[in-house]
Each structure stands twice: as structure tokens, then as C-alpha cells.
Nanobody, 123 residues
Framework: QVQLVESGGQLVQTGGSLGLSCAAS????????IGWFRQVPGKEREFVVA????????FYTDSVKGRFTISRDNAKNTVYLQMNSLKPEDTAVYYC????????????????WGQGTQVTVSS
């Protein structure tokens, strides 16, 4: 069983930066790929980025390429999402999730989810 807790969400101005953390607990956290998703009220949750089990590979959705960076520190059981050049359309609740299957864009590939952290980008 993996438990995930996101933190770092807050209000930030357009063009600003923000760092999110996903703290994981469980005996085999390093056996999971970790993904970040986001959701706006009234819309479906969408994939943002994922990192593989050892942090050597990443996969980004096009809208955040060059602005967001995912990384992980398995010794600390934590995955980070650095978000730069934020835009109002980045406003959402951000969720991290763990997948035993590897990186993927589909929610169904992820077995464990955090509760989410709110990111609001003011225009």
C-alpha cells in the first residue's frame, strides 16, 4: 500500500514559479512510476507529467513542456514538480499518483492517488 501526500499549492501570479512535492510512504515506493495530474472543476482530470521508477526518464504533456520539471528522490520518497512561467490555465487541483506499470497518461494505470493540492494562477 502506497500513501501519497501533495503539498506546495498556493496562489501565484502569472509568470511566477511554484514547487509542488509528493511525499510517498510504503515499503516499495521506488517500484512505482509517479505521475502528476490536474483537474479543474467541471472538467476531467488530465495528465501533466510522469517520471519512471529510478527517475531516469520523464514524459510531459505538450502544454507544460519547457515550463514544468519533474524529479524524484527515492531516498526521501519524494517526487517534485517545479512549475515555472505559470499561466492562468495552469490553475487546477494537482494530484500525484503511483503506477506499478510505468509512466503513462491514463488514469487507469495508477493505483494510488493523493488528495490533491490547489494551485491558483492569477492573471
Amino acid at each position: 500500500q502506497v500513501q501519497l501526500v501533495e503539498s506546495g499549492g498556493q496562489l501565484v501570479q502569472t509568470g511566477g514559479s511554484l514547487g509542488l512535492s509528493c511525499a510517498a510512504s510504503g515499503p516499495t515506493v521506488s517500484s512505482y512510476a509517479i505521475g502528476w495530474f490536474r483537474q479543474v472543476p467541471g472538467k476531467e482530470r488530465e495528465f501533466v507529467v510522469a517520471v519512471n521508477k529510478d527517475g531516469s526518464r520523464t514524459f510531459y504533456t505538450d502544454s507544460v513542456k519547457g515550463r514544468f520539471t519533474i524529479s524524484r528522490d527515492n531516498a526521501k520518497n519524494t517526487v517534485y514538480l517545479q512549475m515555472n512561467s505559470l499561466k492562468p490555465e495552469d490553475t487546477a487541483v494537482y494530484y500525484c499518483a503511483a503506477s506499478p506499470l510505468g509512466m503513462g497518461e491514463q488514469e487507469g494505470a495508477y493505483d494510488y492517488w493523493g488528495q490533491g493540492t490547489q494551485v491558483t494562477v492569477s492573471s
